[in-house]
Nanobody, 126 residues
Framework: QVQLVESGGGLVQAGGSLRLSCTAS????????MGWFRRAPGKEREFVAA????????YYADSVKGRFTISRDNAKNTMYLQMNSLKPEDTAAYYC???????????????????WGQGTQVTVSS
């Protein structure tokens, strides 16, 4: 089992940047494919980005492609989400998630991930 803790959220103006971190404890972090999801008030949870356990494959939602970058440092048991050119519609609680099975082809599906963090709030003002 792995425990996930997100950090780095906050309030930022439109056009600004934030970097989220997801730190894992427990079993070997490098054994998990990882993802970021978000949930805005009144909306369903949506996929943001995912990264394979090696870090060689990444996947992005169309809404964030070119603005967000997912990465991981297995030596530090940490995954990151660099968010640039933020927009008010990026406002949401952001959650990191871990999957023990490879999610290639199904990275956007929340049920593919067994482990979830508590979330960190990102608010983008216009």
């Amino acid at each position: 089992q792995v425990q996930l803790v997100e950090s780095g959220g906050g309030l930022v103006q439109a056009g600004g940047s934030l970097r989220l971190s997801c730190t894992a404890s427990g079993r070997t972090f490098s054994s998990y494919d990882m993802g970021w999801f978000r949930r805005a008030p009144g909306k369903e949870r949506e996929f943001v980005a995912a990264i394979s356990r090696s870090g060689r494959r990444t996947y992005y939602a169309d809404s964030v492609k070119g603005r967000f970058t997912i990465s991981r440092d297995n030596a530090k048991n940490t995954m990151y989400l660099q968010m640039n050119s933020l927009k008010p519609e990026d406002t949401a609680a952001y959650y990191c998630a871990g999957a023990s099975r490879p999610v290639y082809g199904s990275a956007t599906i929340g049920s593919e991930y067994e482990y979830w963090g508590q979330g960190t709030q990102v608010t983008v003002s216009s």
